[in-house]
């Protein structure tokens, strides 16, 4: 009765239809629109810098005392990994998926502390979190002839616009240095005078400060008092009195004072022209595309004041044409599936049911559309391919809902009556397929890691796409059909069409019935050849799949002690080498940096360092994958330098993944590590296809390592800590203060004018004045000592490692198979070395950790499946019989890959995952109508072959529109498909295939199981 009422009032079911439809077609334009997903995470990063001090001294005094911290008080850390470089230290703590409560706990013990920690004279520690981690980020180059006051003062409001777009989070800066007042003093003249350095910075720094001193009270009025130092600062600081022995002296007489850029450790060049470079970063869930248009349309307006600015504005990375291509593919490829969806119901059911049934596709979408736009989430390639997945599912409870209707109609029930008989037929084997497909999908949800991250919200779109396609086939579909559904009168080719079909289907499952063992046989030789397939390796494996890139990046290192000049020189030789390769309209622009390079994820600063990065349009057939090799041969003969490395850019991949050969190799410094190391770059030497072998210890500076001579020190009468500020003030000199002028911090810097730059030992010539008025050198007064040391020192979880990295040619071998090499072969002499630990990471760590992952959601999509089906059905048997079409589907995609020759990837395998619960669901149909007819009271064989006519039809159309769905996709060459197009392959493979087990084996697998049990029950078993 109730249900007579529901399906009666097709008005509201009608009403509730449009006002979700149109929510939705209003909610997709509003969604944020990026390339993948933003990553979540709980991860701090601790900078701190100790200005002047070496990779050592840094790891000594900040790096132990911060872990010795870390490991003693703070809990849920998973891991630490610290970095100590020269002058600056980096830990980045990754805490344990954690409650978010929980977490911010722990982030405000680990910021106290960190400040409670006694560390060297530093700035305040700088503490970040990165919980939401976007990949869009972008390079904005300020480019002009002149690096001086304007240059930076422009690069300055430049930065400043850029920070207050909508949708920017922050904008970093390289190359942008502060300008420093320096003075520099002649220690001769001091020491003529009786004057040390010390009373030199200090008078310098007593005179130069601004202090509000307060108020003072005069005649009952009030007059504020302000002590003023730094006006007009060139003129009153070289009119300071400096008190000497005998006189005062001015400040001018002793030092030179001038006004320059601090030393800039990062340089850019672009188009030959000193350049600066922006980095702005995307706020979490902005719109990338928006944000790219804004940027653009801010330089276009800037470059037009070019001349009276003196500079000019590029974005060098624009990832909008990339974007766009990207989402506009998906979309196409969506578009077609659904066009094709229609098309096949239309053939089967006719064109009213058709259009009745393809209803439920933009029903669906608009409510997915609706909820991302709630929760906040963003339109990307992993939302459009939830879409192309879920696309021909969209339309499976609808068809077989329709085609109950349509029949029940023939047997000439009016519409209504019809509708109700039809639900009542199939509303929970409808149910039930939906709910073990979302089965197969939620776990898919708890996937952490990067493939989580990158597809974690593919399962969301889909489970939410079926869960509101089933209310639109169980309410709104009967509603309207109620009022849209007309008996067919006469019979149509359609009709027929339907009739020959289930003829030729009974005539061919009858044949099947009989010959059990042959039947049985062709599908056991079937599996049986799958298995010998992937035994013997037919199937490719290349589980980590080459994605697109269109950025080329190139990272120099020089001997140490390069100039920024040289190390620009010979970039600048580089730039001319590789732009001839790229073909006309294939290379955007191309820049300089200098001073700091990422190398194998790690970040190393220093003058000997740069890169050059090309940026190439993606509209182009080739991308840089094409032009790495070419330009690797075009540097073969390039000379004095330490290193040159090639690869195609893709920051969101390499930042997840790694490379394809990462080892971590622990174990105290020293002969043993050393050996170790020098063995495991020969076993990757001997690995075809292995290239770009790096270790990541480099040399650092060259140091001069001094220690006061207590002794020599008490015999000349002196005091230690004027020996040491002078020798502070002969190296890099000390900032005593700074002031503000304009929009800029000027820094003052007091330092002695020296003469080393052909011996460092003249550094020690310099003398110092005893109280006597004798001068003895700086070399009698200390121990000298010159060593190399490294350029970083790297800890992970408290220790220190190194790491060793490489490139691979996936042609010749794929990741999974060179690290099991690797393995194997350093397990054959790893106890030559008993205190050396090795540990691979980077694409094999992504790979083991998807593959084990993706194998206990596998366990647990086919645990739900069977808690459903046993539920529905009240059985243990019928669970098994529908999950034996599991293997049937996976049998069809491994012929399926033997065809196509695509490799087995992570992506492939996630969507076997996904088949699982797809491909039982038309034997849950199939089953659902054995039992009613069994129930009724028919035998065993004449139940199997009415079920099987009678789900015939809807098994055929929900196949072929699970199919066309994801056909465009699955035949896409299309570069921007490559990480999807597995999915879908396997998707489609293993329904293909496996809907022709289940018109034929399945129904055979239930006569033999249904017919045993009938027979134990007859015999009292």
Same mark, same amino acid.
């Given at each position: ?16 239809y ?7 077609i ?7 629109r990026?390339? &993948?997903?933003?990553a979540?995470?709980k ?12 990779? $050592? ?34 830990i980045?703590?990754t805490?344990?998926d ?8 722990r ?5 106290r502390e960190?400040?409670?920690i006694?560390?060297?004279?530093t700035?305040?520690?700088?503490i ?10 972008y ?9 001086d ?5 422009q690069?300055?409001q430049v930065?400043?616009?850029?920070? +207050?777009?909508p949708?920017?989070?922050?904008v ?5 240095e ?15 005078l009786?004057?040390?350095p010390?009373v ?19 005649d009952?009025?009030e007059?504020s008092?302000? !002590?003023?130092?730094?006006e ?5 600081l ?9 006189s &005062?002296?001015?400040l001018?007489?002793l030092a ?6 601090? $030393?800039a450790?990062l340089? =850019?060049?672009f188009?030959g022209?000193?350049?600066i470079?922006?980095?702005?970063f995307?706020q ?13 349309a ?5 470059n ?9 504005? #590029?974005?060098?990375i ?26 096949v119901t239309?053939?089967?059911?006719g ?8 209803l439920?596709?933009?029903f669906?979408?608009?409510g997915v ?13 992993s ?11 969209l ?12 029949q029940?109609l023939?047997?000439?029930l ?11 037929e !199939? ?15 939620l776990p ?5 890691? #990067?493939?989580?991250n ?6 969301? !779109?889909v489970c939410?796409?079926?869960l509101?396609?089933l ?7 009967p ?15 359609r $009709?027929?069409?339907?009739q020959?079909l289930?003829l ?8 099947v ?23 013997? $390796?037919w ?6 799949p080459e ?8 990272s120099?290192e020089?001997?140490?002690g ?9 970039l600048?030789e580089?730039? =001319? ?12 622009a ?14 190393l600063?220093?003058? +000997? ?8 349009n ?6 840089s ?27 969101f ?7 394809p050969i ?5 174990? =105290?410094?020293?002969?043993e590590?050393?050996?170790?190391i020098?063995?495991?770059?020969a ?11 790096q270790?990541?210890s480099?040399?650092g ?10 002794? =020599?020190?008490?015999?000349?009468g002196?005091?230690p ?11 890099g000199?000390?900032?005593i ?10 820094g003052?810097?007091?330092r002695?004018?020296? %003469? !080393? ?9 310099h003398?110092i ?15 000298a000592?010159q060593?190399?040391?490294?350029a ?8 220190r ?18 690290n ?11 106890d ?6 090795l ?7 992504t ?24 539920? +529905? #059905? ?5 669970? #098994?019989l529908?999950?034996l ?10 012929l399926g890959?033997?065809i196509s020759r695509e490799p087995?990837s992570?992506?492939?395998l996630?969507g ?19 039992? %009613? ?18 789900r015939?039809?809807?098994?055929l159309i929900t ?9 465009p ?13 597995p ?8 329904v ?5 087990l ?12 249904m017919?045993f ?9």
């Amino acid at each position: 009765m109730w249900l007579s009422k529901l399906y009666h009032n097709h008005v509201l079911a009608t009403l509730a239809y449009l006002m979700v439809l149109l929510l939705g077609i209003l909610a997709y334009p509003q969604l944020p629109r990026e390339q &993948a997903p933003e990553a979540q995470f709980k991860i701090v990063s601790i900078t701190i810098t100790l200005p002047g001090a070496s990779a $050592e001294d840094v790891e000594r005094f900040v790096i132990d005392p911060v872990e010795r911290m870390l490991k003693a008080k703070i809990k849920d850390i998973d891991h630490v990994n610290s970095d100590a470089q020269g002058g600056n230290a980096n830990i980045t703590v990754t805490f344990k998926d954690i409650k978010q409560a929980l977490y911010d706990r722990r982030v405000q013990e680990l910021r106290r502390e960190v400040q409670a920690i006694d560390l060297p004279k530093t700035q305040a520690p700088d503490i970040q979190e990165q919980n939401s981690s976007s990949p869009e980020w972008y390079k904005v180059l300020v480019y002009g002839p002149g690096n001086d006051d304007n240059f930076r003062h422009q690069a300055r409001q430049v930065q400043r616009d850029l920070q +207050q777009l909508p949708g920017v989070a922050n904008v970093m800066n390289k190359g942008l240095e502060d300008a420093e007042l320096n003075i520099v003093f002649h220690p001769e003249r001091l020491a003529a005078l009786g004057i040390e350095p010390s009373v030199l910075s200090n008078t310098v720094q007593a005179y130069f400060k601004d202090i509000p001193a307060g108020k003072v009270k005069v005649d009952g009025r009030e007059w504020s008092v302000r !002590v003023t130092g730094t006006e007009d600062v060139l003129s009153n600081l070289a009119a300071l009195p400096i008190l000497g022995e005998k006189s &005062a002296v001015k400040l001018g007489e002793l030092a030179d004072i001038t006004r320059s850029s601090r $030393e800039a450790l990062l340089g =850019a060049r672009f188009r030959g022209q000193p350049a600066i470079v922006l980095m702005p970063f995307k706020q979490p869930g902005a719109n990338a595309l928006q944000l790219i248009d804004q940027i653009n349309a801010y330089i276009d307006t800037r470059n037009k004041l070019s001349a009276s600015t003196g500079v000019s504005l #590029f974005l060098l990375i624009d990832t909008s044409d990339a974007i766009r291509e990207a989402i506009h593919v998906m979309e196409e490829h969506a578009w077609s599936g659904m066009v094709l969806v229609l098309a096949v119901t239309w053939l089967m059911l006719g064109t009213r049911l058709a259009f009745l049934t393809t209803l439920a596709v933009p029903f669906s979408l608009a409510g997915v559309f609706i909820a991302l736009q709630l929760t906040g989430q963003s339109l990307n390639m992993s939302v459009l391919l939830g879409v192309v997945l879920v696309l021909g599912m969209l339309v499976d409870d609808a068809v077989v809902v329709i085609e109950a209707i349509g029949q029940h109609l023939r047997r000439g029930l009016p519409p209504l009556d019809a509708t109700v008989a039809a639900l009542r037929e !199939v509303w929970l084997p409808v149910a039930t397929s939906s709910f073990t497909t979302m089965a197969s999908f939620l776990p898919l949800m708890l996937i952490q890691g #990067f493939l989580g991250n990158l597809m974690g919200i593919v399962p969301q !779109v889909v489970c939410l796409g079926l869960l509101i396609s089933l209310v639109q086939a169980l309410w709104i579909l009967p509603a309207q059909a109620v009022v849209a559904v007309k008996p067919e009168t006469g019979t149509t080719w359609r $009709e027929r069409l339907r009739q020959t079909l289930q003829l030729r289907y009974t005539s061919l499952l009858i044949k099947v019935l009989r010959r059990p063992k042959r039947s049985l046989l062709i599908v056991l030789s079937i599996f049986a050849l799958t298995g010998i397939a992937l035994k013997l $390796e037919w199937v490719n494996f290349g589980l980590l799949p080459e994605q697109p890139s269109y950025d080329l990046f190139i990272s120099l290192e020089m001997p140490n002690g390069t100039s920024t000049q040289k190390t620009l020189a010979k970039l600048e030789e580089i730039e =001319a080498r590789i732009t001839p390769l790229f073909k006309p309209g294939e290379l955007r622009a191309s820049a300089i940096e200098s001073g700091e390079v990422a190398i194998n994820g790690k970040f190393l600063s220093g003058h +000997q360092y740069g890169d050059i990065w090309f940026s190439m349009n993606s509209g182009h057939s080739r991308d840089s994958a094409t032009i790495v090799p070419l330009a690797r041969q075009a540097l073969d003969d390039l000379s004095g330098t330490v290193g040159v490395w090639v690869q195609g850019e893709n920051s969101f991949w390499q930042g997840q993944v790694g490379k394809p050969i990462k080892l971590t190799v622990y174990g =105290a410094s020293g002969l043993e590590l050393n050996k170790a190391i020098a063995e495991l770059k020969a076993i990757l030497s001997g690995i075809p296809g292995v290239q770009n072998v790096q270790l990541d210890s480099t040399a650092g500076l060259p140091e001069l390592k001094l220690r006061l001579n207590g002794d =020599a020190i008490e015999r000349a009468g002196l005091n230690p800590s004027a020996i040491a500020n002078l020798l502070q003030m002969l190296s890099g000199g000390e900032i005593i203060g700074n002031f503000i002028d304009g929009d800029e911090s000027v820094g003052i810097r007091v330092r002695a004018y020296d %003469d !080393v730059s052909h011996d460092i030992n003249a550094l020690l010539q310099h003398t110092i004045t005893r109280s006597d008025g004798s001068k003895i050198p700086l070399s009698q007064l200390v121990f000298a000592e010159q060593r190399d040391t490294p350029a970083r020192i790297a800890h992970l979880d408290y220790k220190r490692v190194l790491t060793i990295q490489a490139d691979l040619d996936k042609a010749k071998l794929d990741t999974l198979a060179v690290n099991q090499l690797v393995k194997a072969r350093w397990d054959e002499v790893k106890d030559h070395y008993p205190d050396v630990k090795l540990e691979l990471g980077g694409e094999m760590e992504t790979i083991t950790q998807g593959l084990s992952q993706l194998w206990q959601q596998f366990v647990l999509g086919i645990g739900l499946i069977f808690i459903i089906v046993g539920a +529905q #059905f009240r059985s243990y048997r019928l669970p #098994f019989l529908v999950l034996l079409k599991v293997p049937m589907a996976f049998m069809g995609l491994i012929l399926g890959l033997l065809i196509s020759r695509e490799p087995i990837s992570l992506y492939t395998l996630y969507g076997a995952v996904a088949l699982a619960g797809i491909a039982v669901n038309s034997a849950i149909l199939m089953f659902s109508a054995a039992q %009613d007819r069994l129930e009724s009271g028919m035998g065993v064989v004449h139940a199997t072959v009415y079920a099987a006519r009678r789900r015939m039809l809807p098994i055929l159309i929900t196949s072929f529109t699970t199919l066309m769905g994801l056909l465009p996709l699955a035949m896409s060459s299309d570069k921007s498909s490559t990480q999807w197009r597995p999915v879908a392959s396997a998707i489609v493979w293993g329904v293909g295939f496996s809907t022709i087990l289940t018109l034929f084996i399945v129904p055979l697998l239930y006569r033999l199981a249904m017919g045993f049990s009938y027979r134990s029950n007859k015999l009292g078993l």
